[in-house]
C-alpha cells in the first residue's frame, strides 16, 4: 500500500494520535514511539488490549463467574465456593468477588502462562469446557480491573499472580510481559477472610456454612491443591447489591451445573450450599424432589432420541446429540396450589428447553420454532445434549453464553420430535380443557340460571310446556339424559336433579373434528355442548373464563373449577351462546329443511373461524 510505503521512509508525525483522556498513558508512549521510529509492531498492544478484553461482554456477573466454576470443575474440583462480599454503606456499597476451588491447582510455570491471554492447558480440545484460552482473564477483568490468583499444589505454597489493568496500562515497553508468580506462605488477610468470616448476606448467619471458621487451620481447610480467583473492588457488576447477585448466582448455577452438582461436587455461593435444579425434573435428586407433599416428583420421559448432527453444513463429519422430551406430570401438579407451581417447581419460568455441552447448560429457555403448532403450554420440556466438536453448528461463542443454531441444526432437531411436541401439547390441552370446564355438581351455573329466569320476557316461547301427566312419562327420559349430562363429583340423582330443574344446560366436549359447539333440544331442555378442542375455546372462551376468575379474586390458574358466580365476561359470553341456542332449537323446530340449513350454517362458520384463528 502506498502508504506504508510513505511510512517506512518518512517518520510519521504522532499528533494524529486521538486518544481519550482516560486511556493508558504507557500504550500511548509506546505507540506513539513505534509510530515515529518505526519500530516492530507487535501483535498486540498489552496496555491497550487489556482494557479493550474488559468489555468481551458477559451478559451477566453470573456468567463471568461461571468461568471459573468452569475452570474448577475442569481441575477436577469437589468443592468450589464463590463469594460476593459486600462491604460499605447504602450508596457507597463495595464488593469483591472471589472463587475458591480445590481441584488440581497450577504449577508456577503454568499459573504465568494461564494468566496470559490465549494461554490455555487445553486450547482447541472440545472434550471438556474451557478451549479459548480466554475466559479466567476475560471474565475477571469485566467485573473488576485487577484479577488476582493464588494457586497451590502442596500446603503452604501459595503461588500468586496478578493482572492490573492500570498498571499494565502505565507500561513502557514495547511488548507487556508477565513476571514470575510469586511465591507466599499465607493468604493476604483479605483474601484469609473470604474463608474466616460470615458475608453480611445471607442474613442469618447460621445458613452460612464457613470454610474455616475462625482463625486456625485456614491452609488446612483449603486443601493440599486448589486455586483461588480475586477479583477486588468491582467496578462493573449487574446489580450493586449483593443479595441480589447471590440469589442470582445461586438460581443459574443451581441449572448450569446441575449435572456436576447431582454427582459429587459441592458449591456454595456465599457459605450458602447450592442444591441441583433440573428445569427437566428428570433427576430424582434435584430439589425440587424434596418438596415435601409431592406424590410424582419426576416428569415422564415420551421419547429419547439420537440424532447425527453435521459438525458443518456442507461437512460429511457427523456427532451424535441426544434430544430427550418429557412431559410433566400435569395430573398431580395442577392441583398443587399456584405458589408452590411457581416458586418452588418453577414450572412457569420458560425454561422449557435446555441445551447442554458437556454436561453443562449452556442455554435454557423457550424455543418457539421446534413446534409445528402456534401455541403450546408450561408442561413439557425438551434437553438436547451436544458435544464439543457441534460448537460451531450450535453457534457456541468463546463467553459460552448461549447458543445460536444453524439453520440445518433446527431442521433437525424440529424434524426429530416437533411432532411429537405438539402430540404432547394436544393432550395436555385436553386435560386442562377438562379441567377449566368441570363445573360445580348439582346445581346450574350462573349463566344456565340466568338464561332460564328471564325465560317468560323472551318474546317467542321456546315450546310448549309440557302438562304435569307429560313431565312424569319425561322423568324416564330424564334420567337417561341425565347420565350423559353427568358432572364430575354428581350422583346419579343429582344429575337427574340438577337437568329435571333446568331449561338450559351447558356442556363440554374435546373433539378435534367437530364443530366449536352443538346444540340440541331435548324434551324441552336446550343443551349447548362447548367443543374444547375448537380453537374458540382455547383463543376466547378460556381467556375470558380466566379473566373473569381473575376478576372474581380466583387467580388460581385452569385447574380452578367454576363457582357459581360467574362475573362479567364469562357470563356475558355463556349468554352469546346460550341465546344463539335458543334460537336456533326454536327455529329448527320439527322443520327439517330449517334444521339442514342451520347445522350447515354452525359447520362453515366453525371452519372459517378455525381458519381464521390458526392459520
Ligand atoms: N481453577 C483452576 N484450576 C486449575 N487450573 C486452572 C484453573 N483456572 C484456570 N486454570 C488453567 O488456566 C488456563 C486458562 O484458563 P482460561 O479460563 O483462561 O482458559 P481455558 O479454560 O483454557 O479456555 P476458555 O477460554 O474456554 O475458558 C486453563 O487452561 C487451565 O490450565
Ligand atoms: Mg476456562
Redesign the pocket.
Known amino acids: 500500500m502506498a502508504t506504508t510505503e510513505q511510512n517506512t521512509h518518512d517518520q510519521t508525525d504522532v499528533s494524529i494520535m486521538n486518544w481519550g483522556t482516560d486511556a493508558p498513558r504507557g500504550g500511548k508512549a509506546v505507540m506513539g514511539r513505534i509510530l515515529k521510529e518505526n519500530a516492530t509492531v507487535p501483535l498486540f498492544f498489552g496496555q491497550t488490549m487489556i482494557q479493550s478484553l474488559r468489555d468481551v461482554g458477559y451478559n451477566h456477573t453470573t456468567s463471568a463467574l461461571c468461568?471459573?466454576v468452569?475452570?474448577?470443575i475442569?481441575?477436577g474440583?469437589t468443592q468450589i465456593r464463590v463469594y460476593l462480599r459486600q462491604t460499605g454503606k447504602k450508596g457507597n456499597y463495595q464488593t469483591d468477588a472471589a472463587v475458591y476451588?480445590n481441584?488440581?491447582?497450577?504449577a508456577p510455570a503454568?499459573l504465568r502462562v494461564?494468566t496470559s491471554f490465549g494461554?490455555?492447558?487445553?486450547?482447541g480440545n472440545r472434550s471438556g469446557?474451557?478451549?479459548?484460552?480466554?475466559?479466567?482473564?476475560t471474565a475477571a477483568l469485566s467485573m473488576s480491573p485487577v484479577m488476582d490468583l493464588y494457586?497451590w499444589q502442596e500446603r503452604g505454597a501459595i503461588y500468586n499472580m496478578t493482572l492490573d489493568v492500570d498498571a499494565i496500562g502505565k507500561e513502557r515497553s514495547n511488548s507487556v510481559e508477565l513476571p514470575e508468580p510469586t511465591l507466599l506462605t499465607e493468604l493476604p488477610d483479605e483474601v484469609a477472610d473470604l474463608f474466616k468470616k460470615p458475608m453480611i448476606f445471607p442474613t442469618d448467619r447460621n445458613e452460612q456454612e464457613l470454610l474455616a471458621p475462625g482463625n486456625d487451620r485456614l491452609e488446612e481447610c483449603l486443601g493440599p491443591s486448589g486455586?483461588i480467583?480475586y477479583m477486588p473492588q468491582c467496578d462493573r457488576l449487574t446489580y450493586a447489591k449483593a443479595n441480589t447477585l447471590v440469589d442470582h448466582a445461586v438460581k443459574e448455577m443451581a441449572r448450569v451445573y446441575r449435572r456436576a452438582l447431582g454427582a459429587r461436587l459441592v458449591l456454595f455461593v456465599n457459605n450458602r450450599r447450592v442444591a441441583p435444579v433440573d428445569p427437566t425434573y428428570s433427576m430424582p435428586n434435584a430439589r425440587h424432589a424434596r418438596l415435601e407433599g409431592l406424590a410424582v416428583t419426576q416428569s415422564r420421559l415420551i421419547t429419547s432420541k439420537q440424532v447425527a448432527v453435521r459438525v458443518a453444513e456442507k461437512s460429511e463429519e457427523t456427532a451424535p446429540i441426544t434430544i430427550k422430551l418429557y412431559r410433566l406430570p400435569i395430573e398431580e401438579w395442577s392441583s398443587l396450589p399456584r405458589k408452590t407451581q411457581r416458586n418452588d417447581l418453577k414450572i412457569f419460568d420458560d425454561n422449557t428447553v435446555s441445551i447442554l455441552r458437556n454436561d453443562r447448560e449452556v442455554f435454557a429457555g423457550t424455543m418457539t420454532w421446534l413446534t409445528t403448532r402456534h401455541s403450546v403450554t408450561h408442561w413439557y420440556r425438551v434437553q438436547i445434549d451436544f458435544p464439543g466438536v457441534l460448537d460451531e453448528a450450535f453457534g457456541v461463542a468463546?463467553n459460552?453464553q448461549g447458543v445460536r443454531l444453524k439453520g440445518y441444526v433446527e431442521d433437525a432437531i424440529k424434524d426429530a420430535i416437533g411432532e411429537e411436541i405438539t402430540t404432547i401439547n394436544d393432550e395436555i390441552k385436553r386435560f386442562q380443557a377438562q379441567q377449566a370446564s368441570r363445573r360445580e355438581p348439582a346445581k346450574p351455573s350462573a349463566s344456565e340460571a340466568k338464561a332460564a329466569a328471564v325465560d317468560p320476557f323472551q318474546h317467542h316461547p321456546l315450546g310448549v310446556p309440557p302438562t304435569p301427566e307429560e313431565e312424569a312419562q319425561l322423568d324416564q327420559n330424564l334420567r337417561g339424559l341425565a347420565l350423559t349430562l353427568k358432572r364430575d363429583g354428581e350422583t346419579d340423582e343429582q344429575a337427574f336433579e340438577r337437568v329435571k330443574n333446568s331449561t338450559y344446560i351447558i356442556g363440554f366436549k374435546h373433539d378435534e373434528y367437530w364443530p366449536f359447539y352443538d346444540v340440541k333440544h331435548r324434551f324441552g331442555r336446550v343443551i349447548l355442548t362447548i367443543n374444547t378442542a375448537h380453537p374458540f375455546y382455547e383463543e376466547l372462551y378460556d381467556p375470558v373464563r380466566k379473566m373473569s376468575l381473575q376478576a372474581g379474586g380466583d387467580v388460581d390458574d385452569v385447574a380452578a373449577p367454576r363457582g357459581d358466580t360467574q362475573p362479567g365476561p364469562i357470563l356475558a359470553l355463556d349468554l352469546l351462546l346460550l341465546s344463539l341456542a335458543r334460537t336456533q332449537s326454536r327455529l329448527a323446530g320439527n322443520n327439517q329443511d330449517g334444521r339442514g340449513l342451520l347445522d350447515v350454517l354452525r359447520r362453515e362458520w366453525s371452519e372459517t373461524y378455525r381458519v381464521q384463528l390458526t392459520a
Open positions: 468461568e471459573h468452569d475452570n474448577a475442569q481441575a474440583a476451588d481441584g488440581c491447582g497450577m503454568v494461564a494461554g490455555s492447558t487445553t486450547f469446557i474451557g478451549r479459548f484460552g480466554m475466559g479466567m482473564k494457586s486455586t480467583v468463546a459460552k
